[in-house]
């Protein structure tokens, strides 16, 4: 009979440190899917940033070409090139003031007579 308590005793020893191996190694597979976890968010958010630093300066580039492409000659070839898709014919004196921004003499002459 005291053998059969030692003998239940060491089983119920061997079951407490097989539980306590399992138990540690149930929290080495979490800490290890935390971790990973937290890599994959590292990664992603590095990603997300790069991404956004690209646009940024792509778009920060396209900002610079355009202020070189604004000058006064290039907004004026625009309006006439607007001007000249118009299908539309006016009529009068006051006409190419109002679209071109220019004095014609001879229409003004005219407007007079």
């Known amino acids: 009979m005291v053998e059969f308590k030692i003998f239940q005793i060491v089983e119920a020893e061997k079951a407490a440190q097989v539980a306590a191996i399992h138990y540690e190694q149930h929290i080495a597979e979490k800490e290890a899917q935390k971790r990973i976890s937290q890599l994959e968010d590292e ?4 990603r ?3 991404h956004a630093d690209a646009e940024f300066y792509s778009r920060m580039k396209q900002a610079e070409g355009n202020q070189l492409l604004l000058t006064k000659e290039f907004l004026e070839l625009k309006k006439i090139e607007a001007i000249a898709v118009n299908n539309k014919i ?3 004196s006051q006409i190419p003031n109002a679209f071109l921004d220019i004095d014609l003499p001879s229409m003004q002459k005219q407007s007079e007579n």
Do not use: K, L, P, V
């Open 90 to 92: 006016y009529y009068g």
């Open 48 to 50: 997300a940033t790069a």
């Open 43 to 46: 990664s992603h958010i590095a």
